[in-house]
């Protein structure tokens, strides 16, 4: 959703005035002047107020599509999303950063801080370290899997060869078990004589019955669903830009009153109730929503 910032600056820059919805208003004060510590040209100071009864910029949308080219409608929709994640990204203490703009934080009585951005080549500096930062992340997590990858394949081997070893010292045990039933057969050529007035009582045969092992889990599988919409456009997107966060959020489908409503969830692995009750309370932190917790089995 950063692909929308530079937008928001134009729109400031030119309108000297930005709502954002549920989060306040940016005002433009003064005019360009020259920073002496910095030996650039810098516009007019940023202020901003905060207001979470405010909607966003009635323009903006159609300022946005005027230079993108894109469908207002999903425009208006991807803005939804960005500035939802910005309201969850202060609640839980972190920034809502809008590059070129600043930077929202949420002090310890609740109300909303605005830094002002970064000179320009902080701002460059901060974005070289972070590419730094990724590429170390990613490089960890190449070597993690393969890692992972290579001790999978070990196990399967290892598994493989057990495999094999019983299944030869099975094959030894019977065929020694049928050598020695010929062996028996072959030897005994004569019968004994049977006293006719005699009756033979039939050998009683004991039978073993083996029950097959029943594998028991400790663990079980929950949705935890945040959200539901009958848009799929909505899902879709939501899921998206979930994705671009690091949330492995998925959506389905389900009929409710003859109508389709889609369900955002995210699934998650408990050995107890309590874990349930932990991790459904750490994702309403997250995303401040009502948390639905359906067994997987369910659905």
């Known amino acids: 959703m950063k692909k929308y910032d530079e937008y928001l600056v134009q729109y400031l820059e030119t309108e000297r005035t930005l709502s954002l919805h549920k989060i306040g208003t940016f005002f433009k004060k003064g005019s360009a002047f020259y920073n002496e510590s910095t030996h650039e040209i810098q516009d007019g100071e940023t202020q901003f107020s905060m207001d979470k009864k405010t909607l966003t910029s009635p323009g903006l949308i159609e300022f946005i599509a005027s230079l993108t080219g894109k469908n207002a409608t999903l425009i208006s929709s991807d803005m939804e999303s960005y500035l939802d994640e910005g309201r969850q990204f202060i609640n839980i203490g972190d920034s809502f950063s809008i590059e070129g703009i600043g930077s929202i934080n949420k002090n310890n009585s609740g109300a909303y801080i605005f830094n002002a951005g970064p000179p320009i080549h902080l701002k460059i500096k901060q974005e070289k370290e972070k590419n730094i930062h990724e590429n170390e992340h990613r490089s960890y997590y190449t070597a993690q899997k393969k890692k992972s990858s290579n001790k999978g394949f070990m196990m399967f081997f290892a598994f493989f060869i ?114 349930t009750s932990r991790i459904r309370d750490s994702i309403f932190r997250y995303f401040q929503r009502t948390i639905k917790v359906i067994p997987a089995h369910s659905f």
């Open 162 to 275: 057990l495999l094999l070893v019983l299944a030869g010292m099975g094959w030894g045990i019977y065929k020694l078990y049928f050598e020695n039933e010929q062996a028996v057969s072959s030897n005994t050529s004569v019968l004994p004589v049977v006293d006719s007035t005699q009756t033979k009582m039939p050998t009683a045969t004991d039978t073993l019955k083996i029950n097959k092992p029943v594998i028991l889990s400790d663990t079980s599988t929950y949705m935890f669903v945040f959200e539901e919409t009958p848009s799929r456009e909505r899902a879709v997107t939501r899921t998206a830009k979930l994705h671009d966060f690091g949330n492995p959020a998925l959506y389905d489908s389900i009929q409710e009153n003859g109508k389709i409503i889609y369900r955002l969830y995210l699934l998650q692995k408990t050995k107890t109730i309590a874990d």
